[in-house]
């Protein structure tokens, strides 16, 4: 009797090893990837980002060779001109966080009208719907998060 409880509290602790193993190694990979692709972001150009961006979208909103060609001159601007986020926002006084968040959706607006130039009224409203999702669920944020700071 005592052998028969031995040997599932063997097997329990196992699979209860496994598990914990498991779910640490999946936590590693998300870390390291997330890295590698921020340190890819800062190792590109301006127009290799410009021309990364041009091409995903020509998937998602299936753009001529013209549209593309003049998106990813858009691309290539808003980069250039794109303000830098600081690195010390929690130090920033709130003025100062003002002007910087002012800055980004001057930067926003002025991307908007031209895609707007550039785009069919079916892809614009195809864009504007993917963003929009994107603004919805920001990157690195659970619901619990959200919920936590919120109350």
């Given at each position: ?6 040997k ?19 936590q ?36 001529n ?37 002012n ?49």
């Open positions: 009797m005592l052998n028969i409880k031995n599932k509290m063997k097997k329990a602790m196992i699979i209860l090893l496994a598990f914990t193993t498991f779910a640490i190694t999946a590693n990979k998300d870390a390291d990837r997330a890295e590698q692709r921020k340190e890819m972001k800062e190792n590109f150009t301006p127009e290799q980002k410009a021309e990364l961006r041009a091409k995903r979208m020509t998937l998602i909103l299936d753009l060779q013209s549209q593309q060609e003049k998106v990813k001159n858009v691309f290539l601007k808003m980069e250039e001109t794109k303000p830098q986020r600081p690195k010390n926002w929690k130090e920033m006084t709130d003025a100062q966080k003002f002007e910087v968040k800055q980004m959706l001057d930067h926003q607006i002025a991307m908007k009208k031209e895609m707007k130039n550039i785009l069919t009224e079916e892809q614009m409203a195809k864009w504007e719907k993917s963003h929009q999702s994107k603004r919805n669920h920001p990157r690195g944020k659970r619901d619990g998060d959200r919920q936590k700071k919120s109350k």
